[in-house]
């Protein structure tokens, strides 16, 4: 699975966009991005992924590179509750491939 | 809105004993996994489980693990002779595992195993 290059940690203001990227130049051509959060000791909340294509849902934007070697995770109106460690994760599609977890980015919400 | 469920949140353990985690995956799920945290380290994988047979384990998974299914709903971790350095957080997942699709992983709120 491709390795993946995070900043260790952002911070952002209650109510305004937070936009955390990630490098993942060696990503293959059937390999899908993936971003998953962790708040506290808690199980990884499962946000969003993509393969190449922009996505959005409930949750957040997913923006990807053309050449797919960088995405951009987008949360809209970043609240207090959205204070996280969140992972950006390349993984093959397809059933039973584990997902490597590397440090991920800690993001402080700030009133 | 489905998920997967893990029991006990927590369990204190003496040394040399046997544990037994419990987690109940997504119920039309087919591929099964734990994964451990111990405090302030990433998330690593243990094994993952598909048709009644380990598809992969890693090298933390030795022969002191063991996983089963052993009815329709639940999936069990075993340790059989716990150490202090099995003090961790160990979280389930699942995954629907639909051929030509991507697989999702959703992952439990995890038991936090303190071995004393």
Same mark, same amino acid.
């Given at each position: /699975?491709?390795?993946?290059?995070?900043?260790?940690?952002?911070?952002?203001?209650?109510?305004?966009?937070?936009?955390?990227?990630?490098?993942?130049?060696?990503?293959?051509?059937?390999?899908?991005?993936?971003?998953?959060?962790?708040?506290?000791?808690?199980?990884?909340?499962?946000?969003?992924?993509?393969?190449?294509?922009?996505?959005?849902?409930?949750?957040?934007?997913?923006?990807?590179?053309?050449?797919?070697?960088?995405?951009?995770?987008?949360?809209?109106?970043?609240?207090?509750? /959205?204070?996280?460690?969140?992972?950006?994760?390349?993984?093959?599609?397809?059933?039973?491939?584990k997902t490597i977890?590397?440090?991920?980015?800690?993001?402080?919400?700030?009133? | +809105?489905?998920?997967?469920? &893990?029991?006990?949140? =927590?369990?204190?353990? &003496?040394?040399?004993?046997?544990?037994?985690?419990?987690?109940?995956?997504?119920?039309? =799920?087919?591929? @099964?996994?734990?994964?451990? &945290?111990?405090? %302030? &380290?990433?998330?690593? @994988?243990?094994?993952?489980f598909y048709n009644?047979?380990?598809?992969?384990?890693? +090298?933390?998974?030795?022969?002191? @693990?063991?996983?089963?299914?052993?009815?329709?709903?639940?999936?069990?971790?075993?340790?059989?002779?716990?150490?202090?350095?099995?003090?961790?957080?160990?979280?389930?997942?699942?995954? +629907?595992?639909?051929? %030509?699709?991507?697989?999702?992983?959703? @992952? %439990?709120? %995890?038991?936090?195993?303190?071995?004393?």
């Amino acid at each position: /699975d491709a390795k993946t290059t995070q900043p260790p940690s952002m911070d952002c203001a209650e109510g305004r966009a937070a936009n955390l990227p990630c490098n993942h130049s060696t990503i293959s051509g059937n390999e899908y991005v993936y971003w998953y959060r962790q708040i506290h000791s808690q199980g990884p909340q499962y946000i969003i992924h993509g393969l190449k294509n922009n996505e959005t849902n409930e949750m957040a934007s997913l923006i990807i590179t053309e050449d797919r070697k960088s995405s951009t995770l987008i949360l809209p109106h970043a609240t207090l509750r /959205d204070t996280a460690v969140y992972y950006c994760i390349v993984r093959r599609s397809g059933g039973g491939f584990k997902t490597i977890f590397g440090a991920g980015t800690r993001l402080f919400v700030k009133a | +809105e489905p998920e997967v469920t &893990q029991t006990p949140s =927590h369990q204190v353990t &003496q040394m040399g004993q046997e544990v037994i985690l419990r987690c109940v995956p997504i119920s039309n =799920h087919l591929y @099964f996994y734990w994964y451990r &945290q111990i405090l %302030g &380290q990433k998330v690593e @994988f243990l094994v993952s489980f598909y048709n009644n047979e380990i598809s992969e384990k890693s +090298e933390i998974f030795d022969d002191q @693990f063991s996983v089963e299914r052993p009815d329709g709903s639940n999936f069990t971790l075993k340790i059989r002779s716990t150490k202090l350095e099995d003090s961790a957080m160990y979280f389930c997942a699942s995954s +629907e595992a639909l051929a %030509g699709y991507t697989d999702t992983q959703y @992952f %439990g709120p %995890g038991t936090r195993l303190t071995v004393l």
